[in-house]
C-alpha cells in the first residue's frame, strides 16, 4: 500500500533553528512518537526501531534510515528509510523530503513531502486507517519538535528533549478514523 | 407428480420441520470447537506477511521457551517427512508450510502448539522470521508478461500460465461474428468473493499410537474423499484413518479442499502424542482459505436484427492465486463454465479460459455453486441484457425469443452438455406475472421523465449441478458417485447412513423424507447420519447442489431395494405369491381382499422374527448410484431497485424468485434454501469483494471490510416454483441450493443497469456499492 503525506506547519522561531533540528537525523528521531535511533552507521546512517500500536497490533520496525541529501543553502533533507516489523507482520519504507521556508513574520514554515510504502498487518487496515495513524503520527510530532524547539530557545537544550516518544496509540486512531471520515467530504 | 403420502408418513412434498434444528436452536449442536478430549492440546499459525519473499531464516528459540509451548513445526521439519508439499484437488501441489519462499499474504510458515491457544499465539508472535522481499503480481493480465516474475519456481514450466482451456467451434462461432448484423460484447469481472461461513475451518486430530488410529475431527464437506487424501499423502493404512464431520456450521464449498492447518494438526499429534486442535480465527478464513471466483471474463453475442441470437464467444482469465486449488471434478479446470450458454438455443458457442497463477490466497472453490456455474450465469444473463440494450429491446422479450423450446429436451448444447428438462419461458411468465412486470415498466417511464431512478432486472438462469457421471466426472481419480446405506429396525423404525454430507441443508430431514416417500416408514422414524467414514458408505460429499441428486436417489434406490425383499416377506406373511400383492405407502396388500394386508412395521418385524426359509434374515439394503447425467435446475428471477441519487445507495425494492428444481422433496426447506442463497448474492452483488493492493495486501480481510448482510440489509424475498421434473432421477428432483446464488447477482446488476442504462451505462462491475454508483451519477451529471 503506497500513501503519499504531504504536511506542513509554522513555528514562530526562526528557519535557522529550526534547521538545527531537521538537519539532524537524531533529533528527528527524538521527535518521532515511538522511535528511537540505536546505532549510527555513518554520518548520514543510522540504525533504529520504530514500535506503531494499532489495536492490538504492535508493530515494531526495525532498520535503517539514511540521509540522501542534505542541502544547507535551501535547507532541505531528502530522507530514506526502510523497515522490518521484529515479529514478521511485515515493512514499512519511506522517503521523506523535508524544506525550511522562512516566513516574512521572522517564523518559519516547515513542508514535508512523505511517500510511504506499508506491507503486511498494518496494511490490511486499508489506506484510511493508515493515512490516519500518519496524520496522528505527524501531529505528534509536531508538538515533539515544537516543544524541543522552545526547549533549545530557552536554553534547556541537552536534557535529552522530550520524554514523550510513547507509540501512537490505538483507540485514538480508531477515533480519528472514523472522525477523518466525516471530515473529508469534498470542498467544492 | 408424485403421489402424496398423509402427513403422519410425511413424505416427498410435505413442509415438515427440520429435525436437527431441535438441537441447533437449543445449542447443543456439536461443532469442531465443541469436541474435547483428554490432554487436547492447541495449534496457532505463524503467517506471512508478504506476498512473495524469500524465507531466509526462522528462528523458533524464543518462541519455544515460552512455559506452555510444546512444539513449533516449520515447513522444513515437514519436508524431512516429505510433507511440505500437498497435492491440491486439482493437478497441483500446494506447501503445508512455506520452504523458500512464501507466495501470498497470510500463507502459513509455521505451526505451534501449546497447552491452551492463548499461550499459542503469544508464542506465534516469538517466531522470528527473516524475508527477503520479491517482486509481487497481483494483476492476473499481467502474469503472462515478460517481464513478470515467476511465482512457482518449483514447477518445470517457467511460466504463470496453469492451463488454457477451450470447447466448442472456434472457426464457426468466429464467422457468426464476422457476419451477424449485430454484436454486443461485456467485459465482466466477477470479483474475487469468500464464503465466509459462520463456523470459520478447523480439526481435531487424535492419535492412538497403541491401536495406530488416527481419528480427525474435520470441518469436511467430504469425509470420505479427506481419509483417503490422508492416506495417499501420509502413508498411513486407510482403515487405519476414521474422518469424522461432526456439524458442520455452514460450508458453501470453503470446507472441501484439505488445508495446511488439518495436516499440522496431524503431524503435531503424531509427534506429540497428544490430540491437537486447530481452529482458525475469522481473518485466517478469510485470507487464506478457498475463495471464490476472480473471473475476468468477456462475453460476445452475434445476432440477427430482430435479436435471434446465433453464437457465443467467451473469453476468460481466472485468476487461481499462488497455487491451484480449485475444487473441481478433474477433466474440467474451469468447472462446469461451458454452462455459460444458459437457457438459450445458440447454433454456436466458443468458450476459452486462461488460468494464471498471482500471488494471492489458493482457491477458486464453487461457493454455493456447482463449479464455475455462478461465472457464467452471470456472464450469459449480463450479456443478454446488454444485446437488448443494443438492440432497444424489451429485455424478457429478447429472452423469450432465445429460450431453449420445452419440446427440444433433452438439449444437446453447443458447448457439449445434454440439457436434462426446462420450461424456460413458464418460470419467466410467472416471474414477470408475480412482479407485475408490464405495470412497473410504465411506472419507470414516468419516474425517468421525473429524473428518479428505477431499474427492474432479469435473469433467467439455468443450473447444471449433482455431479456426476462416472464416465466423465472424478477428484483427483475418484469417482462422484454417491451412497445410501438403509437399516430397518425389528420395531420398523430405520437409520439410513450416507456418503454426502449436511452443513445446514436439512439432510436429516429431506432424506427421512424420500424414505416415508418410498417406503411408508414415517419421516420421524427415520434417523439419518453422515459424515463419520467409519460407519457411513463410501461418497464424494456434499457440494454443487449434490446431494439430492446423486445420494438422494441411492437412498430412494435402497428403499426400493428394502421394499424388494419386503414384498417377499408380506407375501410370506400373507400366504400368498407375490404378484399377488399391491403396494401404497406404508403396506402390502392383497389385491382384491380389502382388510387383508401387512404394514412395513409388521413386515420389518417378520424380517428378524419370521422370515420365509432360504431368505437371508434382516431388512437393510446399500445402494451406490451413479448418475446418467447432471440435473439443470432453471429459473427466472426479477429485481426492482430505486437508486438515491444523493448518496449512489441502491434499495432493493421487491424481489421474485421463481425456481423449478423439479419435484420437491421439502417446500420449506426449498424455500428456506432460497432465502438463504439470494441473501448470499444480495451481498455480493452489493458489498463483498477481497481485493488486494498493489503489494499483494488483502484489502478485505475481515468483517470490517468484507461485509456481511444482515436482516437490515436484506428485502423480504417473494418466491415461487414450477415443476419440471429431471426424466432421468429416480423421483425427478434436481437439487435447489445453489440456484438462488447462481442466479440472483445478475438481476441485481441488470436492475441496476437498467436503472442507469438511459445515461449510457451498458455494465458496472460489482460489487455495486454506494460510492460506485455515486461516481457514475457523478460522471453523468446526474448528481452533485
Known amino acids: ?188 | 407428480m408424485l403421489a402424496k403420502t398423509s402427513p403422519e408418513i410425511g413424505g416427498m412434498g410435505h413442509p415438515i420441520k427440520r429435525k436437527e434444528d431441535l438441537r441447533f436452536i437449543q445449542g447443543k449442536g456439536n461443532y469442531i470447537d465443541d469436541v474435547q478430549l483428554p490432554g487436547m492440546v492447541y495449534g496457532h499459525m505463524v503467517r506471512s506477511p508478504y506476498a512473495h519473499a524469500r524465507i531466509t531464516a526462522i528462528r523458533t528459540e524464543e518462541a519455544k521457551k515460552l512455559p506452555g509451548v510444546l512444539a513449533v513445526i516449520t515447513g522444513e521439519d515437514l519436508a524431512k517427512a516429505n510433507l511440505a508439499w500437498m497435492p491440491t484437488l486439482f493437478h497441483d501441489k500446494q506447501m503445508v508450510l512455506a520452504t523458500g519462499k512464501v507466495l501470498f499474504q497470510s500463507q502459513e510458515v509455521a505451526f505451534v502448539v501449546a497447552e491452551d491457544r492463548y499461550t499459542a499465539a503469544d508464542a506465534a508472535e516469538l517466531v522470528e522470521v527473516d524475508y527477503e522481499e520479491l517482486p509481487v503480481l497481483v494483476d492476473p493480465h499481467k502474469a503472462q508478461d515478460t517481464d513478470a516474475p515467476i511465482l512457482r519456481d518449483d514447477r518445470e514450466e517457467k511460466s504463470n500460465l496453469i492451463f488454457h482451456w477451450e470447447v466448442g467451434d472456434r472457426a464457426a462461432t468466429e464467422q457468426q461474428m464476422k457476419s451477424a448484423p449485430v454484436t454486443a460484447l461485456v467485459k465482466a469481472f466477477f470479483p474475487r468473493c469468500h464464503p465466509a461461513p459462520l463456523e470459520t475451518c478447523g480439526c481435531v486430530i487424535d492419535f492412538n499410537s497403541a491401536t495406530g488410529k488416527l481419528t480427525a475431527w474435520i470441518t469436511s464437506q467430504a469425509p470420505h474423499a479427506h481419509r483417503t487424501v490422508f492416506a495417499l499423502v501420509a502413508g498411513l493404512p486407510e482403515q487405519n484413518i476414521r474422518v469424522i464431520s461432526p456439524d458442520i456450521g455452514g460450508g458453501f464449498g470453503n470446507k472441501v479442499p484439505v488445508y495446511p492447518g488439518y495436516v499440522c494438526a496431524a503431524v503435531a499429534a503424531l509427534t506429540i502424542g497428544r490430540p491437537v486442535k486447530w481452529i482458525e480465527t475469522r481473518s485466517e478464513n478469510l485470507q487464506s482459505t478457498g475463495f471464490a471466483r476472480d473471473y475476468h471474463m468477456e462475453a460476445e453475442l452475434a445476432a440477427d436484427k430482430d435479436g435471434r441470437v446465433r453464437a457465443l464467444r467467451v473469453k476468460t482469465l481466472a485468476d487461481h492465486g499462488a497455487f491451484n486449488a480449485a475444487a473441481q471434478p478433474t477433466k474440467f479446470p474451469a468447472g462446469l463454465f461451458s454452462i455459460c450458454t444458459g437457457s438459450y438455443d445458440f447454433s454456436q458457442a466458443f468458450c476459452e479460459v486462461d488460468g494464471v497463477y498471482t500471488n494471492k490466497a489458493p482457491g477458486g472453490i464453487a461457493y454455493r455453486c456447482s463449479f464455475r456455474v455462478t461465472e457464467a450465469a452471470y456472464l450469459i444473463e449480463r450479456a443478454m441484457d446488454v444485446l437488448a440494450q443494443e438492440l432497444k429491446l424489451d429485455p424478457a422479450e429478447l429472452r423469450r425469443r432465445n429460450f431453449i423450446p420445452p419440446e427440444k429436451f433433452p438439449y444437446p448444447s453447443p458447448l457439449g452438455w445434454s440439457y436434462d428438462s426446462g420450461n424456460y419461458q413458464g418460470a419467466l411468465d410467472l416471474a414477470l406475472e408475480k412482479i407485475g412486470y408490464n405495470e412497473l415498466r410504465k411506472e419507470q417511464a414516468e419516474k425517468r421523465k421525473r429524473g428518479e431512478l428505477m431499474g427492474i432486472g432479469i435473469s433467467s438462469f439455468t443450473e447444471i449441478v449433482g455431479a456426476g457421471p462416472s464416465h466423465t466426472f472424478d477428484i483427483l481419480g475418484l469417482k462422484m458417485f454417491d451412497s445410501a446405506e438403509l437399516r430397518v429396525h425389528p420395531t420398523g423404525k430405520a437409520i439410513m447412513r450416507m456418503g454426502t454430507k449436511s452443513q445446514g441443508q436439512g439432510h436429516e430431514t429431506t432424506y427421512a423424507q424420500i424414505v416415508a416417500q418410498e417406503l411408508g416408514i414415517p419421516a420421524a422414524d427415520v434417523a439419518i447420519e453422515e459424515g463419520d467414514t467409519d460407519t457411513a458408505p463410501y461418497g464424494l460429499g456434499t457440494y454443487a447442489s449434490r446431494s439430492t441428486p446423486t445420494s438422494g436417489a441411492a437412498a430412494a434406490l435402497a428403499a426400493r431395494k428394502v421394499r424388494e425383499k419386503a414384498r417377499k416377506i408380506a407375501a410370506h406373511l400373507l400366504e400368498v405369491s407375490e404378484e399377488d400383492l399391491e403396494w401404497e405407502p406404508g403396506k402390502f396388500s392383497v389385491k382384491g381382499a380389502p382388510g387383508k394386508s401387512k404394514t412395513i412395521q409388521e413386515i420389518a418385524f417378520a424380517a428378524y422374527t419370521n422370515f420365509p426359509q432360504g431368505l437371508e434374515p434382516g431388512l437393510e439394503a446399500v445402494h451406490y448410484y451413479d448418475p446418467p447425467n447432471l440435473t439443470f435446475p432453471f429459473g427466472t428471477y426479477v429485481a426492482v431497485v430505486d437508486i438515491d441519487k444523493g448518496t449512489g445507495e441502491v434499495k432493493v425494492r421487491r424481489f421474485v424468485a421463481v425456481d423449478d428444481c423439479g419435484n420437491i422433496i421439502n417446500p420449506m426447506i426449498v424455500e428456506g434454501q432460497v432465502h438463504g442463497g439470494l441473501t448470499e448474492g444480495l451481498a455480493i452483488a452489493f458489498m463483498q469483494e477481497i481485493s488486494y493492493d498493489e503489494s499483494g495486501n488483502i484489502q478485505g480481510g475481515t468483517f470490517m471490510d468484507y461485509l456481511v448482510p444482515t436482516a437490515v440489509e436484506t428485502p423480504s424475498w417473494e418466491t415461487g416454483n414450477t415443476c419440471t421434473p429431471s426424466p432421468h432421477h429416480p423421483f425427478g428432483a434436481k437439487g435447489v441450493g445453489e440456484s438462488p446464488n447462481v442466479g440472483s447477482p445478475a438481476a441485481f446488476v441488470n436492475a441496476v443497469v437498467d436503472a442507469l442504462s438511459h445515461l449510457g451505462v451498458k455494465h458496472i462491475d460489482m460489487p455495486l456499492a454506494p460510492w460506485k454508483i455515486w461516481q457514475i451519477l457523478k460522471e453523468k451529471g446526474v448528481t452533485q
Open chain 1, 1 to 188: 500500500m503506497a500513501i503519499k503525506i504531504e504536511k506542513s506547519f509554522q513555528a514562530p522561531e526562526p528557519a535557522a533553528e529550526v534547521w538545527k533540528i531537521l538537519s539532524d537525523p537524531r533529533s528527528v528521531a527524538s521527535c518521532v512518537p515511538g522511535a528511537q535511533i540505536t546505532e549510527a552507521v555513518d554520518e548520514r546512517t543510522y540504525r533504529g526501531v520504530i514500535k506503531v500500536k494499532l489495536g492490538p497490533t504492535v508493530t515494531d520496525y526495525k532498520g535503517e534510515a539514511h540521509v540522501e541529501r542534505l542541502d544547507e543553502q535551501n535547507r532541505e533533507i531528502e530522507m530514506i528509510g526502510k523497515g522490518q516489523d521484529v515479529r514478521g507482520k511485515g515493512s514499512a519504507s519511506m522517503k521523506m523530503t523535508g524544506q525550511i521556508r522562512e516566513l516574512p513574520t521572522g517564523g518559519s514554515e516547515v513542508i514535508t513531502i512523505s511517500e510511504v510504502i506499508v506491507v503486511g498487518i498494518l496494511a490490511q487496515m486499508g489506506s484510511r486507517m493508515i493515512q490516519e495513524v500518519a496524520n496522528l503520527m505527524f501531529e505528534q510530532f509536531t508538538k515533539n519538535l515544537r516543544q524541543r524547539l522552545q526547549q533549545q530557545a530557552s536554553g534547556a537544550a541537552g536534557s535529552g528533549g522530550p520524554e514523550e516518544v510513547k507509540p501512537i496509540d490505538a483507540g485514538s486512531v480508531a477515533a480519528s478514523a472514523v472522525l477523518g471520515l466525516f471530515k473529508s467530504k469534498p470542498k467544492e
